[in-house]
């Protein structure tokens, strides 16, 4: 069943990506990922958003236009599930860049591995990852 949440609501409700959400408000993304989709969105923990240095995070919080090239890179316009995303090498984020896949070992994207696939949202998908998306 489809879940009645959008993405942005299903984020904040998950309790562990906290961290994400204030970043989307921050860059303004919130309603961009309200939309009416599809979109797939690959959202990095909030352990994922501490690995990275506090003054460097608070750095990219203050920079709006770098902030939202690197949220929006985590988000690719249309629906992109597992089984989709196995089947490809790589694919194209609404940032402009391109996220690299690879399914041989589990599911990674870049960096990071996908550690909670599939979770549905009004409008789209959500794959929750251990490391937040630098685009290049």
């Known amino acids: 069943a489809a879940q009645n949440k959008d993405t942005v609501d299903t984020a904040a409700g998950a309790g562990t990506l906290k961290?994400?959400?204030?970043?989307l408000q921050a860059a303004g993304l919130?309603?961009?990922?309200k939309g009416p989709g599809p979109i797939t969105v690959f959202a990095p923990t909030d352990e994922?958003?501490?690995k990275i240095p506090k003054a460097d995070l608070d750095a990219l919080l203050k920079d709006k236009v770098k902030l939202t090239a690197v949220l929006s890179y985590h988000v690719f316009a249309g629906n992109a599930n597992s089984g989709d995303l196995r089947q490809l090498k790589d694919l194209s984020t609404v940032?402009?860049?391109r996220i690299k896949i690879d399914a041989s070992k589990g599911l990674k994207?870049?960096?990071a591995t996908v550690v909670k696939a599939d979770?549905?949202?009004s409008n789209g998908i959500i794959h929750v990852i251990d490391t937040v998306l630098i685009p290049k």
């Not at 961290?19 to 970043?23: F, G, K, M, V």
């Not at 919130?30 to 990922?33: A, D, E, K, S």
């Open 19 to 23: 961290s994400l959400a204030a970043a």
């Open 30 to 33: 919130v309603q961009t990922l």
């Open 48 to 50: 994922a958003f501490a």
């Open 95 to 97: 940032q402009g860049g």
């Open 109 to 111: 994207v870049d960096a």
């Open 119 to 121: 979770v549905p949202a």
